[in-house]
């Protein structure tokens, strides 16, 4: 049986056992990058996540080593050209996160818009005393512009949900044609017309190196001070150091995270120390039925390259 080190324990695993030879890492927290290597040697796969650093350097220390399977979307932490030139491809799991993801950025919206963290901690420290008129008032989501950075799958789940608020669409995307935007009415836009114009701006852009730091001091202050920025993607995505002035000076005015840079954030980040500011530690895919998919797509694309066949979901073709 092909033998597969799988780098943390992922929902739904059992079925694989009868036919791979499994070793699940069972930490708290992921291997270190020697744990990582030393784990690694021997076999014949490797399931990876997000939090494990696939470089040159760990594919040289690894060289029997013949696929990868991502546990995860994004595959920003693999260097994809690395694995290529040793003939290892790397699967990945699209599709089956859309809409959790999408259904994510929704909940950071509206529970940004609508203050129901404050709200809670308000009830739960006991101040609820009466019904007020003026207690924590938020923005409307119903009728809003809303940006959306990046429209690809996920960015476009994003717009049909935004369909039932009657929300008026912004887009920017290097795939997004004219034909698509008009079928699915949607503006097709600068970034800076995007920014300046929304409501709230979320934003589902893979990381690369030209997404790193796109939303930075300049591109914040187009904001409006009434403006929630979202982030469901990478924390890397956005400048940290430049949100946290730019909240603190009140433009935009919130700022709701599920990724971060860097991730996790320690507990006395700056970031952490802002009211206009909810952080939530990258939850996108956490529902049973995603990840249970998400484990389906792995060890799909994982068992098909262990044969020698072309990954249903391939990241390096
Ligand atoms: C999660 O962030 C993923 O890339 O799947
Ligand atoms: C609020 O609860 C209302 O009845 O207006």
Redesign the pocket.
Known sequence: MPKVFVSRRVIGLEPYAERLTLDIWEGALPPSPRELRERTRGCDGLVSL?TDRLDADFFDSVPGLKVVSQY???VNNIDLAAAKARGIPVGH?PGV?TDA?ADMAFTLMLAAARNVVPGADYVKAGKWKTWEPALLLGQSVYGATLGIIGYGRIGKAVAERSRGFKMRVLAVSPTLSAEQAAAEDVTATSLDDLLRESDFVSIHTPLTPDTYHLIGARELALMKPTATLVNTA?GEVIDPAALYEALRAGRPGFAALD?TEPEPLPPDHPLLSLPNCLVVP?L??ATMQARLA?TRSAMANLEAGLRGEPMPHCANP
Do not use: F
């Open positions: 997000l995860a979307v994004g799991t996160l993801t990478r990724v990258h996108g895919s998400m």
